[in-house]
């Protein structure tokens, strides 16, 4: 089975600031992908940022990019010069090709960004 | 272009209604997916289409009733909800379910349901 750990319920950040939001994964399998999402008050769940376990480099994604570390299992969302639109739940997500492939998420950062 | 809709934004619904979800992508994908989400916690997924044809129901209670008129919709029919059914209904879509790790899930704005 597949296990996210988001230890953080919640984060402050100030203007500007780079604020490191924490993601732990467990799974046995080879091949996932891990991805983060981003969820304002509104909602909607928006797709921020992808790493695959084999890919070498780090994604980015203009101010996101993923800190990955695999031999620590761990996938940590970077988001930098924070601005107050970044205010928001923050979930770490991965799927792996075993069974029906479906997201298993983390149970989400609350992150506030304050002027 | 990214985008899942959905409709209504809102609903109110009496234990004793029938109601719908409705959302719809344009995006080529086929797979597409209901999840469930309650304040504070990460979505549950409910039901994945792929190709049209329900792949997945996570034991999901028979009040909640999925449909996939074509690839580019997916419907979710409501009766004799409970209030504890209230929360923030998400739909998403995918390339394909098979397509490997990297197979994107992409999310609409969520109907949110009050059951009373």
């Known amino acids: 089975a597949q296990k996210i750990t988001q230890t953080q319920p919640g984060m402050f950040v100030q203007e500007k600031e780079a604020v490191t939001l924490d993601c732990t994964y467990d799974?046995?399998?080879?091949?996932?992908?891990l991805f983060w999402y981003k969820q304002p008050s509104s909602g909607e769940m928006i797709f921020l940022i992808y790493q695959g376990s084999y890919d070498e480099q780090n994604a980015t994604e203009g101010r996101y990019s993923l800190n990955f570390q695999k031999a620590r299992k761990s996938a940590n969302l970077v988001i930098s010069a924070s601005q107050l639109g970044d205010s928001a739940m923050y979930f770490c997500?991965?799927?792996?090709?075993?069974?029906?492939?479906?997201?298993?998420f983390g149970k989400g950062t609350m992150l506030l960004v304050s002027p | 272009d990214t985008e899942v809709t959905q409709t209504p934004k809102h609903l109110v619904m009496g234990m004793t209604n029938k109601k719908s979800l409705k959302c719809e992508q344009h995006?080529?994908?086929?797979?597409m997916y209901w999840y469930k989400q309650k304040a504070k916690k990460p979505p549950e997924l409910m039901f994945v289409?792929?190709?049209?044809?329900?792949?997945i129901n996570e034991s999901v209670p028979s009040r909640f009733s999925p449909e996939c008129p074509n690839s580019s919709l997916l419907n979710l029919h409501l009766h004799a909800l409970q209030p504890e059914d209230s929360a923030l209904y998400l739909c998403a879509s995918s390339q394909d379910l098979l397509a490997g790790v990297a197979d994107t899930q992409y999310f609409g704005p969520g109907t949110r349901l009050t059951v009373l």
């Open positions: 995006m080529g994908h086929r797979a």
């Open positions: 799974t046995s399998d080879q091949s996932y992908g």
């Open positions: 997500a991965m799927r792996v090709l075993s069974g029906y492939s479906t997201l298993t």
């Open positions: 289409y792929s190709y049209e044809k329900l792949s």
